[in-house]
């Protein structure tokens, strides 16, 4: 019976130095709108690789953790990974290397609502211009009431509707979530 308390102690205490050596970042996986800043919490004894490329990293990664701030303005996958250093009693120059855990976290951007400007021609008529506040967002928009989206018409340029005419934009772009809908009715 002590043999397998021994055995159940000595498992436990594994479990609790393993979880030790997990990075810990300052933020889950989330959506965000402008830009999201990151911070990686180090294990003790351990230097930390990071890749946003969806692998996960190697010792042997450039992108080491030096506790700075990691800011993203667009939607990546963030993988962590610790790996705990021992230097060896005998020789200071020489140091034995341990694989930690990884921690990995999603943060997707959510493109911001697109803006309109709209100027009255005349009674009847009204230009139309839209803008997106986010890089490379394409807009989508609907004169039929229905919810823009990539099949309705891509904006190119300023157009006319008539003023009764219900319009409705969206702010669409790869690798992101669409925008809130805007709305003329």
Same mark, same amino acid.
């Not at 610790?82 to 020789?91: K, N, T, V």
């Given at each position: 019976m002590k043999n397998v308390l021994f055995i159940i102690c000595l498992l436990v ?8 050596? %997990?990075? %810990? ?8 709108? $402008?830009? *999201? =800043? ?16 969806? =692998? ?6 450039? #992108?080491?953790?030096?506790? /700075? *701030? ?8 963030? *993988? @962590?990974?610790?790996? #705990?250093?021992?230097? $060896? ?6 140091? #034995? ?5 990884? @921690? ?24 139309? @211009? ?11 928009? @609907? ?10 018409? =891509?904006?190119?340029?300023?157009? #006319? ?7 409705? %934009? *969206? ?8 925008? /809130? ?5």
């Amino acid at each position: 019976m002590k043999n397998v308390l021994f055995i159940i102690c000595l498992l436990v205490f594994s479990l609790e130095i393993w979880s030790a050596n %997990v990075p %810990v970042l300052s933020k889950n996986s989330q959506t965000f709108q $402008e830009r *999201i =800043k990151v911070t990686i919490a180090l294990p003790e004894s351990c230097i930390v690789c990071y890749t946003t490329n969806g =692998k996960v990293p190697t010792r042997k990664d450039e #992108r080491c953790y030096n506790s /700075s *701030i990691l800011t993203f303005d667009s939607s990546v996958t963030l *993988i @962590a990974k610790a790996f #705990r250093f021992f230097p $060896e009693m005998s020789d200071s120059s020489n140091v #034995r290397w341990e694989d930690g855990g990884v @921690a990995t976290a999603t943060y997707t951007k959510i493109l911001q609502k697109p803006y309109c400007d709209l100027v009255f021609i005349n009674a009847d008529s009204i230009s139309v @211009a839209l803008f997106s506040r986010d890089k490379d967002a394409v807009l989508y928009y @609907a004169t039929d009431g229905s919810l823009p989206g990539i099949a309705s018409k =891509k904006y190119i340029g300023v157009f #006319r509707i008539h003023k009764d005419v219900p319009l409705k %934009v *969206i702010s669409i772009k790869n690798g992101s979530i669409s925008s /809130s809908i805007w709305t003329k009715e």
